[in-house]
């Protein structure tokens, strides 16, 4: 069996889109399975044609960034996310937020998985890496 990484991601600005994406990619790539829990204000990444951006005044910035990252062939925000499927990355969207949020399946991205809260413990309890992205 697979080292198993989980994360959970409870809010939805540029940097935290990018931090389970660069870390699950390379824990795949590592051999390694990986789950990714949205929940809460996390939950919006997982939308259709979301584009994420920084917080706050910082907002301004999140196209300086981009095209950083571009320079230095860092791949954004939807080419990571279809890299980070590609390679086998489990993304949940909490059914529980889902409800709060009024968001529904049919908002989400293709590929997103509908869990509740016990059933993401249930696959989190016996992995190797922990981590908390909010």
Do not use: W
């Amino acid at each position: 069996m697979a080292d198993k990484f989980v994360m959970v991601v409870s809010e939805g600005s540029f940097d935290k889109a990018m931090m389970p994406l660069i870390m699950g990619t390379t824990a795949a790539s590592m051999g390694m399975e990986v789950h990714v829990f949205y929940t809460f204000f996390g939950l919006k990444l997982l939308k259709k044609g979301v584009r994420p951006k920084l917080k706050g005044m910082m907002s301004l910035f999140t196209g300086m960034i981009e095209k950083k990252m571009k320079k230095l062939n860092i791949p954004g925000y939807d080419e990571m996310m279809q890299q980070a499927k590609d390679l086998g990355v489990n993304f949940y969207a909490c059914s529980t937020s889902m409800a709060l949020m009024g968001v529904e399946q049919s908002d989400l991205a293709d590929g997103v998985k509908v869990l509740g809260a016990s059933a993401f413990l249930n696959i989190a309890a016996d992995s190797k890496v922990q981590l908390f992205i909010g």
